[in-house]
């Protein structure tokens, strides 16, 4: 069985500042975990994704993630937030392979000018 | 970029009537799409994987007859809600597993969404 937690539903950040979105996972085989960005009324975009190589991700638009087994943590994080990055976050885990992705609830990301 | 397209895009119909919802992937072939469902301002939930020539697997509490998928060739899957009432008015979003070879080789590619509203 897999599950991620994103902690906290909401988060607001000032234009330039430091961008910190937090995910647990939880997963009985070695995961692969996923960031996705979703705009309102649209798809999801992949932002990064961690496949057991390195523990550092680094993605688009800015963003990057570290896997951190030992917390069972892969958070999100830009160095500054810019008015485009406001949408919702989802973080997701999948045993491997690209199959079955569980999603965690999202955390909507306010960007404040 | 591998592309899955998914149409329509939105969808207004009358209680009682069926939508046909589909999912292309437009430069790769899918052995493997899953099909998801979005409330208002909540998560996704996966409600089944759709394996081309064969039945689609759902996910516990989902409708199997109340959601009919298809998924009849390499790169086209369809979710058809028969019979549609009010609360399955949703966003529904496919996913597409690029398989083991090939330039999507190892990726998974969401469509942009469906959203559906049945009054």
């Known amino acids: 069985a897999q599950s991620v937690t994103q902690l906290g539903s909401h988060v607001s950040v000032s234009e330039g500042a430091l961008v910190l979105l937090r995910c647990n996972y939880s997963?009985?085989?070695?995961?692969?975990l996923f960031w996705y960005v979703q705009y309102p009324n649209q798809g999801l975009q992949l932002l990064l994704k961690?496949?057991?190589?390195?523990?550092l991700v680094k993605g688009i638009n800015g963003f990057e993630a570290e896997f951190k087994k030992s917390e069972t943590s892969f958070h999100l994080t830009k160095p500054s937030a810019h008015m485009s990055d406001a949408a919702e976050y989802f973080c997701?885990?999948?045993?491997?392979?690209?199959?079955?992705?569980?999603f965690g609830t999202g955390t909507k990301l306010q960007v404040i000018p | 970029g591998a592309v899955v397209s998914q149409h329509p895009s939105w969808v207004i119909c009358k209680s009682g009537t069926s939508v046909k919802i589909e999912c292309r992937s437009l430069?790769?072939?899918?052995?493997?799409m899953f099909w998801y469902r979005q409330f208002p301002k909540q998560s996704l939930m996966l409600m089944a994987t759709?394996?081309?020539?064969?039945?689609?697997?759902?996910e516990q509490g989902v409708e199997k007859d109340k959601f009919l998928i298809n998924h009849a060739s390499l790169t086209l899957s369809t979710l058809t809600v028969t019979s549609a009432h009010p609360e399955d008015s949703s966003f529904y979003i496919c996913?597409?597993?690029?398989?083991?070879?090939?330039?999507?080789?190892?990726?998974?590619?969401f469509g942009e969404g469906s959203r559906l509203t049945v009054l």
């Open positions: 996913s597409a597993n690029g398989g083991t070879s090939g330039r999507a080789a190892g990726e998974l590619f």
């Open positions: 997701a885990v999948s045993p491997g392979g690209y199959q079955k992705v569980t």
């Open positions: 759709s394996n081309e020539g064969s039945k689609a697997t759902y």
């Open positions: 430069d790769f072939q899918a052995t493997t």
């Open positions: 997963s009985s085989v070695p995961p692969y």
């Open positions: 961690y496949t057991s190589a390195a523990t």
